[in-house]
């Protein structure tokens, strides 16, 4: 079984701390916007083979990690929300992230000004909602995950949300997720 990603990648760090937690042996094995645009339909990271298959998409992998180990993948259809809503926030974020690294900002691009907003807004939803749930969820970590990565890119502070903080000390609190930092050596 093979994971291909990128250290940084919060989309990716939830893949491989849910295998790990399934007990899953994998190779990870690096991979940057150039390989993933040649290897994946999908252009991007990551992507797992598994036994002939490919799996293109962090929500497919996770599906298939879950089952593996006899676990529904978000059957509460409010978590499944929050993780959508989350993988939209975060979504957004990386291209902000990625266009201004080419030079487009928000303040000269309406639409980025859009998508800046957009992160806000679910920002501000998800401290509301993640108030009155567990944390131990595919949707707490997909959260902490994002959060982390915010953070690492200096995209959003979740200090300054009265819930959000608490999810990501919840998950810096377990050894597999302080262990993968984006910004550590060796990750």
């Known amino acids: ?30 991979t940057d916007n150039g390989q993933s645009a040649r290897q994946s339909p999908t252009q991007r990271v990551p992507f797992l083979d598994i036994d002939g298959l490919r799996l293109t998409d962090s929500t497919s992998i996770l599906r298939w990690v879950r089952e593996h180990q006899g676990r529904p993948f978000l059957a509460d259809p409010g978590a499944f929300d929050r993780y959508l809503m989350v993988n939209t926030a975060m979504d957004a974020a990386v291209n902000l992230f990625l266009l201004e690294r080419d030079g487009l900002r928000p303040e000269d691009v309406p639409y ?9 807004t679910i920002l501000e939803a998800l401290d509301l909602r993640f108030q009155a749930v567990g944390l131990d ?19 959003a502070d979740p200090t300054g949300y009265g819930t959000l903080g608490g999810v990501l000390e919840h998950w810096d609190a377990r050894p597999e997720f302080a262990a993968t930092h984006p910004g550590l050596p060796g990750r």
């Open 137 to 155: 969820g595919d949707d707490g970590l997909r959260l902490a995950c994002f959060l982390s990565w915010a953070m690492f890119r200096d995209r």
């Open 1 to 30: 079984m093979k994971l291909h990603g990128s250290y940084t990648s919060p989309y990716v760090r939830h893949c491989r701390i849910a295998m790990r937690d399934a007990g899953l042996a994998f190779e990870f094995i690096e």
């Open 112 to 120: 980025l000004a859009r998508q800046r907003d957009r992160v806000r």
